[in-house]
């Protein structure tokens, strides 16, 4: 059974641009979540979606935004990129987004911003 | 909103010692509490779980105990081995909300030889 898989694995970009990141969740998972990882603040949750409608949100400016499509592939998109927003970006699925559940991880996506 | 301490940031012990990381949160609500291990290069992966109804959780070598009245839980993984080397990270979420995980800063874990 495939993982989650993310890509692309590595991007770089400069202040001002913007970035979409793909999530593939693990087959017959509905639900797909985006952390971001940091040094500084750890693990940060940024959004869910669940049958393609955001069902809850982290504390992120608007700049981050996301989306579900109907095979439960997700993306994630940041604009107007800062210095700050040079991360790890961590997409999990799993397969209900209410009960308490495994979260299965892919490997990220580690975005720098120059 | 929830926060989650955890501590030490870092954990030496020798192979085949127990490791202890304990974590506390601050809302009551919170009902599930899983650990996450991290590997270099790699995503989290789930270890174990304990929920709100449960005081202690076991499987093999790894336990993890909930005091809900003191509002902390403890990771305790015992005869450790080189490949538990890894930044483990202890989470709490809210009923109905499960996929919202508000995580530790993580313990990096390094076992030797």
């Known amino acids: 059974k495939a993982g989650v898989t993310q890509t692309p694995r590595y991007l770089i970009k400069t202040r001002g641009q913007q970035v979409t990141l793909s999530c593939s969740p693990i087959?017959?998972?509905?639900?797909v979540s985006w952390y971001q990882q940091t040094p500084g603040q750890g693990l940060q949750f940024l959004f869910e979606y669940f049958s393609e409608t955001q069902r809850n949100k982290g504390n992120f400016p608007g700049r981050f935004s996301g989306r579900q499509f109907s095979n439960s592939r997700s993306e994630m998109n940041v604009s107007t990129l800062e210095l700050g927003d040079s991360a790890l970006y961590l997409c999990?699925?799993?397969?209900?987004?209410?009960?308490?559940?495994?979260?299965?991880f892919g490997e990220g996506s580690r975005l720098t911003v120059l | 909103g929830e926060n989650v301490e955890q501590h030490p940031s870092t954990l030496s012990v020798q192979e085949g010692d127990s490791a202890v990381i304990k974590c506390t949160y601050s809302d009551s609500a919170s009902n599930y509490f899983p650990w996450y291990k991290q590997e270099l290069g790699k995503g989290p992966q789930l270890i174990i779980d304990?929920?709100?109804?449960?005081g202690e959780k076991k499987d093999q070598r790894i336990a993890v105990t909930l005091n809900k009245t003191a509002k902390h839980f403890s990771l305790h993984i015992t005869e450790t081995q080189p490949e538990d080397s890894a930044v483990y990270f202890c989470a709490a979420s809210k009923p109905g909300t499960a996929s919202k995980l508000t995580f530790g800063t993580g313990t990096r874990l390094q076992v030797t030889l």
């Open positions: 304990i929920r709100s109804n449960v």
């Open positions: 087959s017959g998972h509905r639900s």
């Open positions: 999990a699925s799993s397969l209900e987004h209410v009960n308490t559940g495994e979260l299965f």
